[in-house]
């Protein structure tokens, strides 16, 4: 079975570690509202998505090595 291809790109930054663990705090929070695990990566991409009132794009959330 072939896995299907993604338009995800992955990309590197760089944060201040306070800015993580606030994200972190943050993810916490959001996770118990929506009752699923939120990361502080998803926290990231909504904002992106918001800031710059990006499509809904729900084909693949991708991972982080």
Not at 8 to 31: F, G
Not at 37 to 60: H, S
């Amino acid at each position: 079975m072939s896995r299907s291809k993604s338009n995800n790109v992955q990309i590197n930054i760089s944060i201040p570690a306070e800015w993580k663990m606030q994200l972190e705090n943050i993810a916490c929070i959001y996770s118990v509202e929506e009752g699923k695990t939120i990361t502080f990566l998803d926290l990231m991409r909504r904002g992106i998505q918001e800031k710059y009132q990006l499509g809904e794009n729900n084909n693949e959330r991708g991972t982080i090595s």
